[in-house]
């Protein structure tokens, strides 16, 4: 073998990342670098897994002995709740997970890391989050955990839009009692939240575009921020807009590598 590659055995644990489409996904290339600098016989294997294929998936994962479990991306945050034997208390107040721990016994465990990471990428950037107003478009998994953990670390006020009306009533009730001013939509001026959020698919390549028209990112202040959990394309047209008018721009890649640390904790590895 060269200098630098790796060889893949039978003893090679694996770690599966799933979702669909999977081709935006960046966790494999964060996992098997780290794997391959600190000299581990481990590799993460992205899988195309949908909506219908992931019972079987799951129920495969809990014979595979020698896999440690996997990292799921959409459509299949929400239905994995229901597929796993338990649960972290954040994963069940979002009803949703996104990284499954295999067992020794074949029990799985999850947990849901969409939210932690995504605000320890925007606060690497120097976003400040506690008595901060955001507006978040999208309130699905990603959305929901998203805001969750905007009320956990202090969080003021949130205007939240989706194409799904239950979805934001779902939100709505996720943050009951935890003392977010909530409301529903995008307002018609953003002068007064210091960052947009992007948590829909509106950018990506088979949905193109932006949910935050040029002119309504004009109305916010000069120093505010706009940030995309978008990672394939890096550049969608949501922070092109928002950087031509002098808003202070973050893609989805920080989102991944803020919650990076977390699922290799969870994952044990």
């Not at 929400?78 to 009803?95: F, N």
Request: glycine share 12%; aromatic share 8%; with cysteine.
């Amino acid at each position: 073998m060269a200098a630098g590659e790796r060889l893949v055995t039978g003893q090679t644990r694996v770690i599966f990342m799933i979702g669909s489409p999977i081709t935006q996904a960046r966790s494999p290339y964060l996992f098997n670098t780290y794997f391959a600098d600190h000299g581990a016989d481990r590799i993460m294997v992205p899988v195309d897994v949908g909506a219908r294929a992931l019972p079987g998936f799951v129920e495969m994962i809990r014979e595979a002995s020698n896999c440690d479990g996997f990292v799921s991306t959409i459509p299949n945050k929400g239905s994995l709740l229901d597929l796993v034997d338990d649960a972290s208390p954040t994963a069940k107040a979002l009803a949703s997970v996104n990284v499954v721990k295999r067992g020794a016994d074949g029990r799985l465990s999850g947990d849901m890391a969409d939210g932690a990471g995504f605000w320890n990428g925007v606060s690497r950037a120097g976003f400040e989050v506690r008595g901060s107003s955001v507006v978040l478009a999208g309130a699905g998994a990603a959305g929901i955990a998203i805001a969750h953990e905007f009320a956990e670390r202090g969080g003021r006020r949130l205007a939240v839009w989706s194409r799904e009306h239950r979805e934001i009533e779902a939100l709505i009730a996720v943050l009951a009692g935890k003392g977010l001013a909530v409301e529903p939509g995008i307002p018609l001026s953003l002068d007064g939240f210091s960052m947009a959020i992007n948590a829909t698919p509106v950018g990506m390549a088979y949905a193109p575009g932006s949910v935050f028209p040029r002119e309504l990112l004009a109305t916010m202040r000069r120093g505010s921020f706009a940030a995309d959990a978008i990672t394939e394309p890096v550049e969608t047209q949501f922070l092109r807009d928002a950087a031509a008018i002098g808003l202070q721009t973050v893609n989805g890649r920080a989102m991944t590598f803020g919650q990076f640390e977390r699922l290799r904790e969870f994952l044990g590895v």
